[in-house]
């Protein structure tokens, strides 16, 4: 099993989601209707809610709310992605120039903001106050985590366990809330697997990032849909970097160290094979492979079904991954 075929496991619910997302995307606002278009064409693999409806089929769930919840998490993901083009001042995502570049960083903030806001709405409109408390946690986790990002930027001084902290609140919790939510859905009085999946969420959303990290160093940019480089460009503290500033060499340290603080891409193929060299990357691959083995982990008692089975395999093919 692959990606396409965890796709194909859930088909018409993934579909349903699409036409979902198209619709609540219009507005009377052309410039929206603009953007939204534009991000819908986009593409990307919609990761977070195919986790949630996963989640939802895997407990046992046979609504349809879940359809609901798999947009409102791709209308805060894709916000979150807006806001981040902006402060990175990335020009490329998805293979594509980013909102930004094209329309500029005041139309992707403020479009940014509608997707939050249509997200607000349909949160309410669930009349969920267990879905609502999960969401409002969430995004204020994922809001903090960026402003952490911030801080970390070019500070070569930045430790594991800070960055680390980065991850959950950045991207972990995206991941643990899209599986949460879902298997709220599927939730009774006699079967609860909800801490169960909120688990494997978070793990997965961890290791997912980590090879984020790693593909920064060692990926393809027509693959990637992004430059590669882009961390270090913008002198974010990365695990590999992380590691290399405590592992390497006095010389290797002091080149990484320079890197973050100034920033660019100036000496990056020497970079690339110093923090190769010194184990940064194994070690952050290693850390990946040991959270999906966390995430396999506390699934472990859900009973079997095809949708176990894809969100196993997506655990798998996500640590194995080239893009």
Not at 232 to 258: C, F, H, R, V
Request: hydrophobic share 40%; proline share 3%; charged share 25%.
């Amino acid at each position: 099993m692959d990606f396409k075929a965890i796709y194909a496991a859930v088909e018409q619910d993934f579909a349903a989601v699409d036409t979902f997302i198209t619709h609540h995307l219009d507005s009377g606002v052309p410039l929206i209707r603009e953007v939204g278009d534009y991000i819908v064409q986009s593409g990307g693999k919609r990761l977070r809610p195919l986790v949630a409806i996963l989640c939802a089929r895997a407990g046992g769930y046979r609504g349809d709310r879940h359809v609901d919840v798999a947009a409102i998490i791709e209308f805060l993901h894709t916000a979150t992605l807006l806001h981040d083009d902006v402060v990175d001042e990335s020009n490329l995502r998805r293979g594509r120039p980013t909102v930004n570049a094209v329309w500029g960083n005041a139309a992707s903030v403020l479009v940014g903001d509608f997707l939050i806001s249509r997200a607000l709405q349909l949160m309410v409109a669930l009349r969920h106050p267990r879905l609502l408390d999960i969401f409002s946690l969430s995004t204020n986790t994922i809001s903090e985590g960026e402003v952490l990002q911030l801080i970390n930027v070019r500070d070569p001084n930045t430790t594991e366990q800070n960055y680390m902290r980065v991850i959950h609140h950045k991207t972990a919790k995206m991941f643990e809330s899209a599986a949460e939510t879902g298997a709220v859905l599927a939730a009774d009085d006699n079967t609860d697997f909800t801490e169960a999946f909120a688990t494997y969420g978070r793990h997965l959303g961890i290791a997912f990032q980590l090879i984020d990290d790693v593909l920064d160093y060692q990926g393809d940019a027509s693959e990637l849909g992004k430059n590669v480089g882009d961390d270090l460009a913008e002198g974010k503290p990365t695990l590999p970097l992380i590691y290399t500033i405590a592992n390497g060499s006095d010389s290797q340290a002091d080149l990484i160290k320079d890197a973050i603080r100034s920033g660019g891409l100036d000496h990056l193929e020497e970079i690339v094979e110093t923090v190769r060299a010194s184990g940064g990357l194994q070690y952050t691959v290693d850390k990946a492979a040991e959270h999906t083995r966390l995430a396999l982990d506390a699934i472990a008692e859900v009973p079997a079904s095809p949708y176990k089975e894809s969100l196993t395999t997506l655990a798998q093919e996500s640590l194995n991954r080239t893009f």
